[in-house]
Nanobody
Framework: QVQLVESGGGLVQAGGSLRLSCAAS????????MGWYRQAAGEQREWVAG???????NYANSVKGRFTVSRDNAKNTMYLQMNSLKPEDTGVYYC?????????WGQGTQVTVSS
């Protein structure tokens, strides 16, 4: 079993920054792709960014150039540095991974960007 716990969300003004963390436990995830998703109220959950086991990254067009995903395999933790935040970035942010045939999600952390 894998447990994922997100933290770092909060209320920030437009143009501000936040850093989210996703701490994993239960088994090492150094060989697993990990990702960030978000879900705005009344909307479907959408993929935001992903990072491979060797640190290769990919981003949704809406966050490219503003968000940076990274991981520290020694700490079994993934991060999302979010800069130049916009009101449309508001939502619950979830981390995700796939291990041994199962998909795992964290409980989410709320990010609210005020205009």
């Amino acid at each position: 079993q894998v447990q994922l716990v997100e933290s770092g969300g909060g209320l920030v003004q437009a143009g501000g920054s936040l850093r989210l963390s996703c701490a994993a436990s239960g088994r090492p995830l150094s060989r697993n792709v990990m990702g960030w998703y978000r879900q705005a109220a009344g909307e479907q959950r959408e993929w935001v960014a992903g990072v491979t086991s060797v640190g290769s990254t990919n981003y949704a067009n809406s966050v490219k150039g503003r968000f940076t995903v990274s991981r520290d395999n020694a700490k079994n933790t993934m991060y999302l540095q979010m800069n130049s935040l916009k009101p449309e970035d508001t939502g619950v942010y979830y981390c995700n991974t796939f291990s041994d045939g199962q998909t795992y999600w964290g409980q989410g952390t709320q990010v609210t960007v005020s205009s």
